[in-house]
């Protein structure tokens, strides 16, 4: 089953995807794509002490060679990110189709996959043109990971909203 948490940063999609988790599975597997910054603190150590397996892949989401009971997948802002832009900041093509088909690709490796991503075109500010093609593609995976999960939620200051699906917590 695929799960889709999409909202404003800030929302709570983090907290809400491993009680959602927890709630399915005693096989919990975290699934970080933030590359760490030494300067600031990573949640692995809490989220190992809530028995979750943390695991770190920054791009290749379908490459990840590991099966279970539920996956958290945090986040598609940054998987998205990661793909898109080269080391010079250049944009790739075809990037949308490599994070769709990766999470999806995922998805068949455990029971349950709950994927975050943002709302991120909602403001209608003018952005320079990497910013706009970012927007832009990952506007487009969350389109099309929206058409194939099983689940969305939308959350608004904590608050989960079903807008595709049944809800999986009362």
Known sequence: MLVLLTGASGA????????????????LT???TEIPQPEIK????????????????????????IT??????DCLCNLTANELFDEGGNT????????????????????LLIVITNEVASDGALYPDGTRAYIK???????????RADVVYELCVSIPTVIKGKALLK
Do not use: H, Q, W
Not at 12 to 27: F, M, R, V, W
């Open 137 to 147: 593609t990952l506007c487009a995976i969350n389109r099309e990971l929206a058409v």
């Open 12 to 27: 709570g999609k983090s907290t809400y995807a491993c009680k959602l988790a927890k709630s399915a599975s005693k096989s």
């Open 42 to 65: 990573s949640d692995a150590e809490l989220l190992r002490r809530e028995g979750f397996t943390v695991v770190e892949r920054f791009v290749d989401i379908g490459g990840l060679n």
């Open 92 to 111: 790739r093509d075809g990037v949308a189709n490599i994070v769709v088909n990766g999470v999806e690709a995922l998805s068949k490796r455990f029971e």
């Open 68 to 73: 279970g009971g539920v996956a958290v997948l």
């Open 30 to 32: 975290f699934i970080s």
